[in-house]
Nanobody, 122 residues
Framework: QVQLVESGGGLVQAGGSLRLSCAASGSIFRINYMGWHRQAPGKQRELVAGFTSRGTSNYADSVKGRFTISRDNAKNTLYLQMNSLKPEDTGVYYC????????????????WGQGTQVTVSS
């Protein structure tokens, strides 16, 4: 019913930039929350940045001042601009959204994208 498709990952040198996109599609009634998580090899998945429907955002301390999350509500698309990338930013980046569908308007369900690989070389 709902699909989240990420794009924009890749290989970049330390200090470089990447912009991730996450497009939500399907039977969407309302998107309550969208955010980015990442998982480095051998580590747990962690929140990178989140963006609520009210316009508030939060960031992990490790990315504050370097990453910027934004959202195009008309396109149901979430972005993550990543600047001054570091090798420790390497990982699979996942888009996450809490969505009410047109068939279950009273239920907010959690959805995940398939992930996009970000590799930062030193």
């Amino acid at each position: 019913q709902v699909q989240l498709v990420e794009s924009g990952g890749g290989l970049v040198q330390a200090g470089g930039s990447l912009r991730l996109s996450c497009a939500a599609s399907g039977s969407i009634f309302r998107i309550n929350y969208m955010g980015w998580h990442r998982q480095a090899p051998g580590k747990q998945r962690e929140l990178v940045a989140g963006f609520t429907s009210r316009g508030t955002s939060n960031y992990a301390d490790s990315v504050k001042g370097r990453f910027t999350i934004s959202r195009d509500n008309a396109k149901n698309t979430l972005y993550l601009q990543m600047n001054s990338l570091k090798p420790e930013d390497t990982g699979v980046y996942y888009c996450n959204a809490i969505i009410q569908t047109t068939t279950k308007r009273n239920v907010a369900e959690n959805y995940w994208g398939q992930g996009t690989q970000v590799t930062v070389s030193s």
